[in-house]
């Protein structure tokens, strides 16, 4: 099936509806792509999607407006990760899953995040992040970053506040209500180190700025912020995500 373009974004749309709308059209479609044939379905994206969020608002106190870190390459774990903070009307900050000794906190501590979701590679930098108050809890994935659907019994928290991706999805939570999206904020991201010192920062980018971004998702490069674009225009356009290999993985997008 050929995959279908997107509208351009309205004003008051909320990222995750683009997700739902998709899921309800065609929920056997495939979302996400991998190794061995192994296929993620919009369905399961967001059915899953909706599992994290509700575990992440009862469990965790996400609110509306929360920043929580996503420190994940690409993988299968990463889109239900990326929709279950948007579907918290939290706003999502994408972090280098290589970064100089420091520099996570550091990034953490500058926008404010007090919950991360992150994959199994990074478990180990967690308990210091939670030690030094940098953190209050983290969600960690599975090994080898997937997307946890496998029906695992619920595993709650472990000590110093950390929880586990299966047992989230397993725990079955209905999220809360969900707000308007549009200007509301949905990513914080980092300014590339590539421009002037003097305009480094943080940019600030509500729904519909996001939406409106997917179609240069190649300008940005191989950065955290390039692979929610390139998850948000697959979702939009109802294709299909593929993650290739190598030590750095990476998203293409693929017809439906």
Not at 16 to 30: K, R, V, W, Y
Not at 115 to 137: E, F, Q, T
Not at 162 to 178: N, Q, S, V, Y
Not at 213 to 224: E, I
């Amino acid at each position: 099936m050929k995959a279908a373009h997107a509208a351009p974004p309205s004003q008051n749309a909320h990222l995750f509806g683009q997700l739902a709308a998709a899921a309800q059209a065609d929920p056997s479609a495939c979302a996400l792509s991998g190794k061995a044939g192994t296929c993620l379905s919009y369905g399961e994206l967001h059915d899953a999607a909706l599992y994290l969020a509700g575990y992440l608002q009862q469990r965790l106190a996400v609110r509306a407006g929360s920043r929580v870190a996503l420190v994940m390459d690409a993988c299968h774990a990463l889109p239900v990760a990326y929709y279950a903070i948007l579907r918290c009307d939290a706003v999502v900050v994408p972090m280098s899953t290589a970064p100089a000794a420091g520099a996570l906190a550091d990034g953490m501590l500058a926008c404010r995040t007090r919950v991360a979701i992150a994959a199994h590679a990074h478990r180990d930098a967690v308990p210091a992040l939670l030690a030094a108050g940098v953190l209050r809890s983290a969600v960690i994935g599975a090994p080898g970053c997937v997307a946890g659907l496998s029906g695992a019994a619920p595993t709650g928290a472990e000590a110093g506040g950390i929880h586990m991706l299966d047992g989230a999805l397993a725990a079955g939570i209905a999220p809360l209500r969900m707000g308007q999206g549009g200007t509301s904020a949905a990513v914080i991201a980092a300014v590339p180190d590539t421009v002037a010192p003097a305009t480094r920062g943080f940019a600030l980018l509500s729904h519909h700025a996001l939406a409106a971004m997917t179609d240069q998702a190649a300008s940005v490069g191989r950065s955290p912020l390039a692979h929610l674009l390139t998850v948000q225009r697959a979702v939009s356009q109802r294709a299909c995500l593929h993650v290739l290999g190598g030590t750095a993985p990476w998203f293409d997008v693929l017809p439906a």
